[in-house]
């Protein structure tokens, strides 16, 4: 019977191998399956030994395979989600219709919410229309990722038409909203929510001018030349308003409900803070601020 191991030739000490009683073919299939390692090094000696016709058949072979792979099945969901990161957010919800199994992971809340949340902080506003849709996380998912694609490839649910003669000064941007006055004799603001596309358009009493305006998350502010200061809480739709002297709106400024305004009287810096829900204004003075501060603040 003959034996696979090599054996020593006593004469030379060579070492000759005894091929077992099957084909060449297969004894050649067998010991490139089993090479642990560097089988690309094995392949490409083997290539450099072929013939055109061998070259050729090679080639029909290699053509009528393909050379995709299943990474949404073949891969751990870890993998996965790591590899859709790079793509559109769009683009899981188009391969959902690619097989069961896709779906299956592709739609999961372990591979979404990753996807889906890394625009998201739980800080953020709520998107119009969250809230119904708390129930449904998949259906959460689906309409986070409409608002992220329509972000990323220009295409808004809405847009707002800013005109181009506006007071870049007294123009605007806290959260949601955005207040925009017109430059050439203001007598109106345009106050509008980006998330909800509301509108408001607040003209003054008696056609009077605006000289300055400024927004906070409750209040969109302007004060006239009358030196009226009003207030248009745009939660509750109320307006309000107080009177100051005219040196007392240098500066303006309001945060929440608060509204505080700064200026120069008698070689004093006085600061005045209204309140709209109370509707009371303290003033206080600042005897420390020295000559220079006080001109710059002029």
């Given at each position: 019977?003959?034996?696979?191991?090599?054996?020593?030739?006593?004469?030379?000490?060579?070492?000759?191998?005894?091929?077992?009683?099957?084909?060449?073919?297969?004894?050649?299939?067998?010991?490139?399956?089993?090479?642990?390692?560097?089988?690309?090094?094995?392949?490409?000696?083997?290539?450099?030994?072929?013939?055109?016709?061998?070259?050729?058949?090679?080639?029909?072979?290699?053509?009528?395979?393909?050379?995709?792979?299943?990474?949404?099945?073949?891969?751990?969901?870890?993998?996965?989600?790591?590899?859709?990161?790079?793509?559109?957010?769009?683009?899981?919800?188009?391969?959902?219709?690619?097989?069961?199994?896709?779906?299956?992971?592709?739609?999961?809340?372990?591979?979404?919410?990753?996807?889906?949340?890394?625009?998201?902080?739980?800080?953020?506003?709520?998107?119009?229309?969250?809230?119904a849709l708390q129930?449904?996380?998949?259906?959460?998912?689906?309409?986070?990722?409409?608002?992220?694609?329509?972000?990323?490839?220009?295409?808004?649910?809405?847009?707002?038409?800013?005109?181009?003669?506006?007071?870049?000064?007294?123009?605007?941007?806290?959260?949601?909203?955005?207040?925009?006055?017109?430059?050439?004799?203001?007598?109106?603001?345009?106050?509008?929510?980006?998330?909800?596309?509301?509108?408001?358009?607040?003209?003054?009493?008696?056609?009077?001018?605006?000289?300055?305006?400024?927004?906070?998350?409750?209040?969109?502010?302007?004060?006239?030349?009358?030196?009226?200061c009003y207030a248009?809480?745009?939660?509750?739709?109320?307006?309000?308003?107080?009177?100051?002297?005219?040196?007392?709106?240098?500066?303006?400024?309001?945060?929440d409900s608060l509204?505080?305004?700064?200026?120069?009287?008698?070689?004093?810096?006085?600061?005045?803070?209204?309140?709209?829900?109370?509707?009371?204004?303290?003033?206080?003075?600042?005897?420390?601020?020295?000559?220079?501060?006080?001109?710059?603040?002029?």
């Amino acid at each position: 019977m003959p034996s696979n191991n090599p054996l020593p030739d006593l004469k030379t000490g060579n070492v000759s191998i005894t091929i077992p009683s099957r084909s060449l073919a297969e004894f050649v299939v067998e010991a490139f399956t089993n090479i642990p390692s560097r089988r690309i090094s094995a392949l490409e000696g083997i290539l450099n030994k072929l013939t055109i016709d061998e070259w050729r058949f090679l080639k029909s072979q290699v053509d009528s395979k393909t050379l995709c792979r299943d990474i949404v099945g073949s891969l751990p969901l870890e993998l996965v989600t790591q590899i859709f990161s790079y793509l559109d957010v769009a683009t899981p919800f188009r391969l959902q219709r690619v097989s069961k199994h896709w779906n299956r992971v592709l739609t999961s809340p372990d591979f979404l919410n990753p996807r889906v949340n890394s625009w998201c902080t739980p800080n953020d506003t709520p998107l119009n229309g969250e809230a119904a849709l708390q129930a449904d996380p998949y259906a959460l998912c689906t309409f986070r990722a409409q608002h992220q694609h329509r972000f990323a490839t220009a295409s808004p649910f809405g847009y707002l038409r800013i005109p181009r003669e506006i007071d870049i000064k007294n123009c605007w941007l806290c959260g949601d909203h955005i207040l925009c006055t017109p430059a050439n004799q203001p007598r109106h603001i345009d106050l509008q929510n980006l998330r909800t596309g509301k509108r408001w358009r607040i003209r003054t009493e008696g056609r009077a001018q605006i000289v300055k305006a400024v927004l906070s998350d409750q209040l969109a502010v302007y004060v006239t030349y009358h030196y009226v200061c009003y207030a248009f809480n745009f939660i509750t739709n109320e307006t309000r308003s107080f009177r100051l002297p005219k040196a007392m709106f240098d500066r303006l400024v309001c945060r929440d409900s608060l509204v505080a305004c700064s200026g120069v009287v008698q070689g004093k810096f006085h600061i005045s803070m209204w309140d709209f829900d109370t509707q009371e204004t303290k003033t206080f003075v600042l005897n420390s601020v020295e000559g220079h501060w006080a001109r710059t603040l002029q």
